[in-house]
């Protein structure tokens, strides 16, 4: 916390996983002026008991489809964490829940007893609870590009004891890792003969298997160097309209 107060003067959002759901956090977050948006942990909380409260207290409640009814809204709980001196304070805390009930599945067929889905969030934001909502959400795409990262790029663990090669390691990775993400938005839309139709970004693992290792034929003459891809690769007019592009856009 106190390195990312050196980059702004900015308060601070920390978006945060239900395995962080302590009021011990909440209250170093609060004490340093943090903003804070966190998926509550129901632990012993019955999910029966949200959804009779979101029925009977609800305002926003909507019907995406036949079968599901989807209810938004918040509560206040009251919470208490332990300063530095060791005195006890209690605070309210906005809670923003989204729960779920589905009768039918997407394909119309009726269930044998409701599927109950409860998600809520602890927070101090002044944001509207939809927006509360989409910003946990989004979480899941820093997530995969994370993943990605470690599994993809095999950077799960630096191959250095030394701090210095380590960031030499992590910079190269960065650099390939921003190269394949271009790639992978280039073929987006290209003919490609196994991308449905809304893919908006591309796996670098993808990347990777269909474009990088591609088999292919090379054959120097006459101070020239031709790549052959063959007839039956299917990602040989995916291969050359990239190349073509990163081509003329450096020339």
């Keep these: 916390m106190s390195l990312c107060k050196q980059i702004t003067d ?11 759901d302590e009021s011990e956090n909440m209250g170093i ?7 804070f948006n966190i998926k509550h942990n129901l632990r012993h909380e019955g999910k029966e008991s949200w959804f009779s409260m979101a029925k009977e207290h609800c305002e926003n409640v909507t019907t995406p489809r036949d079968g599901k009814t989807v209810y938004i809204g918040s509560d206040w709980r009251t919470v208490s964490y332990k ?11 906005r809670i923003v829940y989204e729960i779920i ?7 119309g067929q009726f269930l044998m007893e409701p599927d109950i889905e409860v998600n809520t969030f602890w927070t101090n934001l002044d944001w509207n609870d939809q927006d509360i909502i989409n910003n946990y959400h989004a979480h899941g795409e820093c997530e995969q590009y994370h993943s990605e990262l470690k599994t993809d790029v095999n950077l ?8 210095d090669t380590n960031e030499l390691v992590l910079e190269l990775a960065i650099l390939a890792f921003n190269i394949l993400r271009m790639i992978g938005q280039e073929t987006l839309g290209r003919r490609n003969p196994r991308h449905k139709e809304n893919v908006k970004w591309c796996r670098r693992r993808t990347v ?5 290792n591609m088999a292919c034929h090379v054959t120097r003459h006459a101070r020239q160097m031709v790549i052959g891809l063959g007839k039956s690769n299917v ?8 190349y073509g592009s990163f081509t003329y856009s450096t020339a």
């Design 10 to 20: 900015e308060k601070l959002l920390f978006r945060l996983e239900s395995g962080n």
């Design 29 to 35: 977050l609060l004490e340093a002026g943090c903003y």
């Design 83 to 93: 300063l530095e001196d060791g005195t006890e304070k209690e605070v309210s805390i």
């Design 101 to 107: 009930e589905r009768i039918t599945n997407k394909y």
């Design 156 to 163: 799960e663990r630096l191959p250095s004891g030394k701090f």
């Design 208 to 212: 990777i298997n269909n474009l990088i």
């Design 235 to 242: 990602w040989r007019d995916v291969f050359q309209y990239v």
